[in-house]
């Protein structure tokens, strides 16, 4: 039985597109007979054991560490990591490391896999440096982004494996010199078991939320900058003028919480725009339950050209009805007119126009859901996404064990 020992930012039961895909990933190995446990950083955000069973999941947690400038506090995280994981080796006996970005748990996971012998697969969600620019923490060019770029290099030649979650990554790691042969795409999917069922409409809350004969355009998610919320707020004049009773609900919050909301209230669509905040994640289908059509209108960087999102496909697996910004990630998931809009980004204008079309046209959307569904189902479902794993594990686990008999 293959024992896989998982290295992780931070996981279940904190609620985020990483520890949701972490989650299935964990789910359906162990559904396939294998074993597995996850650590997680000094990052961690939420307080806890030692060790706690989530889902069925057991996690083991690194202990906190001092507060220092960056970046030593970066080197005593791999560190303490690193001492971590060690000692797991010892207590969980597994057959292989499997460190998920960002590049601080691959370099801990390296030096626990050399010291130990154990084959190591480093998985790619988005690459560091790209993140903290898209989040605002960074800046495209920098000597930390170019460190971090390094690092992130480092890692890779590390590794005995890489996954990545989507073509743009896998491109652009080729492009850097890594061989095509190294690299696998494991892409983000769905747990149909968690979003296969769309949820039926919740009447009572459409009331509450006085949305009641409005045609409701939603965003469910974090509020970042690199998200276009702002660009989404600004195009409601123009969308309310040609479909008087459209309404924005977003749901969530965010380091551009209070700017957007401040935006909203200026709009001369405020009365139009609907903030709920964050919800809990089991109350979050009810939200879904009254969006006619899921928002995405990201900005165009390399943060969004390289990295395809999670929730568009929760979305079309919800049978939503979805438009998004023509970036790279989106592409990679939204075929326009076939399985969901796709618009220009960064621009109020186009997404105002590309609403009200939709709007305007229902009679398309029976077919458009149905064929997004498929695309889930077939492309998207993570009880096959399961199968890409499998083959990388095994050579690993092969070439080590040629390694050790010779």
């Given at each position: 039985?293959?024992?896989?020992?998982?290295?992780?930012?931070?996981?279940?039961?904190?609620?985020?597109?990483?520890?949701?895909?972490?989650?299935?990933?964990?789910?359906?190995?162990?559904?396939?007979?294998?074993?597995?446990?996850?650590?997680?950083?000094?990052?961690?955000?939420?307080?806890?054991?030692?060790?706690?069973?989530?889902?069925?999941?057991?996690?083991?947690?690194?202990?906190?560490?001092?507060?220092?400038?960056?970046?030593?506090?970066?080197?005593?995280?791999?560190?303490?990591?690193?001492?971590?994981?060690?000692?797991?080796?010892?207590?969980?006996?597994?057959?292989?490391?499997?460190?998920?970005?960002?590049?601080?748990?691959?370099?801990?996971?390296?030096?626990?896999?050399?010291?130990?012998?154990?084959?190591?697969?480093?998985?790619?969600?988005?690459?560091?440096?790209?993140?903290?620019?898209?989040n605002?923490t960074?800046r495209?060019?920098?000597?930390?982004?170019?460190?971090?770029?390094?690092?992130?290099?480092?890692?890779?030649?590390?590794?005995?494996?890489?996954?990545?979650?989507?073509?743009?990554?896998?491109?652009?790691?080729?492009?850097?010199?890594?061989?095509?042969?190294?690299?696998?795409?494991?892409?983000?999917?769905?747990?149909?078991?968690?979003?296969?069922?769309?949820?039926?409409?919740?009447?009572?809350?459409?009331?509450?939320?006085g949305?009641?004969?409005?045609?409701?355009?939603?965003?469910?998610?974090?509020?970042?900058?690199?998200e276009?919320?702002?660009?989404?707020?600004?195009?409601?004049?123009?969308?309310?003028?040609?479909?008087?009773?459209?309404?924005?609900?977003?749901?969530?919050?965010?380091?551009?919480?209070?700017?957007?909301?401040?935006?909203?209230?200026?709009?001369?669509?405020?009365?139009?725009?609907?903030?709920?905040?964050?919800?809990?994640?089991?109350?979050?289908?009810?939200?879904?339950?009254l969006?006619?059509?899921?928002?995405?209108?990201?900005?165009a960087?390399?943060?969004t050209?390289?990295?395809t999102?999670?929730?568009?496909?929760?979305?079309?697996?919800?049978?939503?009805?979805?438009?998004?910004s023509?970036?790279?990630?989106?592409?990679?998931?939204?075929?326009h007119?076939?399985?969901?809009?796709?618009f220009?980004?960064?621009?109020?204008?186009?997404?105002?126009a590309?609403?009200?079309?939709?709007?305007?046209?229902?009679?398309?959307?029976?077919?458009?859901?149905?064929?997004?569904?498929?695309?889930?189902?077939?492309?998207?479902?993570?009880?096959?996404?399961?199968?890409?794993?499998?083959?990388?594990?095994?050579?690993?686990?092969?070439?080590?064990?040629?390694?050790?008999?010779?």
């Amino acid at each position: 039985m293959t024992r896989i020992l998982h290295i992780l930012d931070h996981s279940l039961p904190a609620h985020s597109g990483y520890t949701f895909r972490t989650r299935a990933i964990l789910k359906a190995q162990q559904a396939k007979g294998w074993t597995v446990a996850g650590v997680t950083g000094v990052r961690h955000p939420l307080p806890g054991p030692d060790h706690e069973t989530v889902d069925g999941i057991d996690f083991h947690r690194t202990p906190a560490i001092a507060a220092l400038p960056s970046p030593l506090r970066e080197m005593h995280e791999v560190g303490a990591l690193a001492r971590r994981i060690d000692a797991l080796v010892e207590q969980f006996r597994p057959d292989l490391l499997h460190a998920h970005s960002p590049v601080l748990g691959a370099l801990a996971a390296t030096r626990v896999a050399r010291r130990r012998g154990l084959p190591l697969v480093y998985e790619i969600r988005a690459f560091w440096e790209d993140a903290a620019v898209g989040n605002g923490t960074g800046r495209e060019g920098s000597v930390k982004y170019r460190i971090v770029r390094a690092l992130e290099r480092r890692a890779v030649d590390a590794a005995d494996a890489v996954v990545v979650i989507c073509d743009g990554l896998r491109d652009d790691l080729i492009a850097r010199g890594v061989a095509p042969a190294k690299i696998t795409v494991s892409p983000n999917g769905v747990d149909l078991d968690l979003f296969g069922t769309p949820a039926r409409p919740d009447a009572q809350l459409r009331s509450e939320l006085g949305l009641d004969g409005a045609e409701v355009i939603g965003f469910i998610g974090s509020f970042y900058d690199y998200e276009g919320l702002d660009d989404l707020i600004a195009a409601m004049p123009a969308l309310v003028a040609r479909r008087p009773h459209a309404m924005l609900l977003l749901v969530g919050g965010g380091p551009r919480e209070a700017a957007l909301e401040a935006q909203a209230r200026a709009s001369g669509a405020a009365a139009h725009i609907r903030f709920i905040g964050r919800v809990p994640h089991d109350q979050v289908e009810r939200y879904y339950s009254l969006i006619d059509v899921l928002a995405y209108p990201r900005k165009a960087m390399r943060l969004t050209e390289l990295v395809t999102p999670l929730k568009p496909l929760e979305a079309m697996a919800q049978g939503r009805i979805v438009a998004a910004s023509d970036v790279g990630g989106h592409r990679e998931l939204i075929e326009h007119g076939v399985t969901g809009t796709l618009f220009a980004p960064g621009d109020p204008a186009a997404i105002a126009a590309a609403l009200a079309e939709l709007l305007a046209h229902r009679d398309g959307w029976d077919a458009m859901r149905s064929r997004a569904r498929a695309f889930v189902e077939a492309e998207r479902n993570w009880s096959s996404n399961i199968l890409r794993y499998e083959p990388v594990y095994q050579e690993l686990l092969d070439q080590f064990a040629r390694r050790s008999a010779a």
